[in-house]
Structure formats: C-alpha cells, structure tokens
C-alpha cells in the first residue's frame, strides 16, 4: 500500500487555499454547496466538500468519506437515518502521536462503513434533547511507516444523549455517551462527554467563536 508522507513537522506556510460555500439553488427543491481548500507544506493536503440536499435527501462528500441520509422534519422534531462510507484517514490513525511525538511506526490507514441514526424532539425556548449514534465495521491496512500488527475488522457501536439550545447566533449541546467496541477477545467500553458552543452574530462583518471540549475513557489501544 502507498505510504503517506513522514515530514510531519514541516511548517505550515498556506492554509485554505480556496474556499467557497453557502448553499446556492439549483431548483425549486433542492441546493447544492462546495467547498476547497488546502495546507501547503512537505505533507500538504488538499480537503473538498461538496453537497447536494432536494427535499428529505442529502448526499455529501467529505473529501474521502461519502454520506446519504434521509430526513423527516416535523414542527416538534426530526428523525434521520443514513450510511456512511469513509476512506483511509478516518480517526487520523494515519498520523499517531505517542507521549507527545509523532510516531509513524503506528500508522495505520483506517477506513469504515456503516449506518446513521438519530431524531430530536425540540422543547421551549430554543432547548432540544434527542438521541443519536452509528454502527459501523472498520478496516485497517498499513502504511510503508508501520511496524505493528494490523488489528482485525472490527465493528463499533455508539450511542449518545444529546441535549441543546440553539438560537441564531449561537448554540449549545452536550453529548454524553458511550462507544462498544466489539474487538475480540474483549469488548471494549469506551464512555464520553462531548460539549460544543458556538457564538456568530448576525452582523455584516462580525466575530465568530467556537468552543470544543471532551473526556472519554479507553479511547487509546
């Protein structure tokens, strides 16, 4: 299998080479937004969104990982399923780090397929609580770098609260949950907190804010 690049303490000298989004329609019932983007360095990348959503479907591309769901939006709630298709960086196992160093005797591609699914009912005053999680089955493979073993397929299953507040010019949700992952001979019981915050006026130029924070336990090998 092809290696990846191991410069990986090139400086970074453009980010985001191009980019270009807002949804634009395309007919009366569907829209479409794109966007590029890059990192110019010894180990540069290039990144390419691009989706297409007409009335409950929406099809997505997130560079190397396809995405079709479905939705059904009512005035209390949503409920949406979907599959997931991603290609060999998901989870950035391409590019490890181990007590605060690269480490790309480690690196492994990392791929996954599987299904979506989640609703949320919407409460008063901009609050929402709901449900969300994915099965999936990961594939490994290694890199010309990789020195260990190539684990097995493996399935995962996630489930999460969510609970949240949105407004228009900002949004708050918490997800606590847990993770299975179905190796063998052990399953694996991997729980997490995940809090993400947002702050973006609607101004003609205005500041815009992001918070992300986490803990999980048993996450590493």
Excluded: C
Excluded at 149 to 155: G, M, S
């Amino acid at each position: 299998m092809t290696g990846a690049s191991t410069h990986l303490f090139a400086p970074v000298v453009a980010v985001a080479v191009l980019v270009f989004g807002a949804p634009i329609q395309i007919s009366h019932a569907a829209d479409y937004a794109l966007m590029a983007g890059g990192q110019v360095d010894a180990g540069g990348h290039v990144v390419l969104n691009f989706a297409v959503r007409q009335e409950a479907w929406q099809f997505s591309l997130y560079t190397d990982t396809l995405d079709a769901r479905w939705t059904s939006s009512k005035e209390r709630g949503k409920v949406w399923i979907g599959t997931r298709f991603a290609g060999g960086a998901s989870g950035l196992m391409i590019s490890p780090w181990t007590e605060g160093r690269p480490a790309p005797e480690r690196a492994l591609v990392s791929g996954y397929a599987g299904l979506e699914y989640g609703a949320q009912r919407y409460l008063s005053r901009g609050f929402y609580a709901g449900v969300e999680g994915h099965s999936r089955l990961y594939g490994f493979g290694a890199l010309d770098t990789t020195t260990v073993a190539i684990p097995e397929a493996q399935p995962v299953l996630n489930g999460d609260l969510v609970l949240g507040w949105y407004r228009p010019f900002a949004s708050v949700k918490v997800r606590p949950g847990l993770d299975l992952a179905l190796a063998s001979p052990t399953t694996l019981f991997q729980p997490h907190v995940i809090l993400e915050a947002q702050i973006a006026p609607d101004w003609t130029v205005a500041p815009r804010a992001e918070l992300r924070g986490g803990w999980a336990d048993g996450q590493d090998d």
